[in-house]
């Protein structure tokens, strides 16, 4: 698989990504652009996971800064769980275990194949904290392996201005559920 853009893409994402940034300062309270800028062009294949995540609707945006390593933490934050990775069910296991109306996809799988990673339980508390996400919508996150052997995976929504964690099977899906991603540049 080819992890580059062309210039052409690099430059139209660094705009809209520019254009997110200063929309949403709440989000990265005392970064300035420049610095982000500067770390996704020394970080080329990074910046192609962040135009996976803008063409599937995630919305990419800076929520974090990480000062042990100078990295930059992008989330996912369109208001619904992106819409170009729902109807799909945790990972590849509850996938292969289905064996009537499977999805198409994994989250696990998705989200391996765009360089990102899903956001634990406190990762998406955090986010919520930035603003009102999946009020119609829910997301999986990492689900703990004590979970995952027993066949569940663990999702998460804001419902009533409060954060909820919820569990189901793993091979479940529906069209309102998808999840969300995060990645450290």
């Not at 052409?8 to 652009?33: D, P």
Request: charged share 30%; hydrophobic share 30%; aromatic share 10%.
């Amino acid at each position: 698989m080819n992890n580059t853009l062309p210039k052409q893409k690099w430059e139209s994402l660094l705009i809209v990504l520019h254009e997110r940034f200063n929309k949403h300062q709440k989000r990265h309270a005392g970064m300035a652009w420049e610095d982000v800028r500067k770390r996704l062009e020394n970080k080329p294949d990074k910046f192609w996971s962040l135009a996976e995540m803008e063409r599937t609707g995630g919305e990419p945006d800076v929520i974090g800064y990480d000062e042990s390593d100078g990295s930059y933490i992008f989330c996912d934050c369109s208001a619904e769980s992106p819409a170009g990775r729902r109807n799909i069910c945790y990972d590849q296991r509850a996938l292969e275990d289905r064996k009537k109306n499977k999805p198409t996809d994994s989250a696990t799988r998705m989200a391996e194949e765009m360089g990102i990673a899903l956001l634990t339980e406190a990762e998406y508390r955090k986010l919520l904290e930035l603003g009102s996400f999946d009020t119609k919508t829910s997301s999986w996150v990492h689900t703990p392996a004590t979970i995952r052997q027993l066949g569940g995976a663990l999702f998460c929504d804001r419902r009533f201005n409060h954060v909820f964690v919820y569990h189901n099977g793993a091979s479940s899906y529906y069209s309102n559920r998808g999840f969300r991603g995060i990645i450290k540049i």
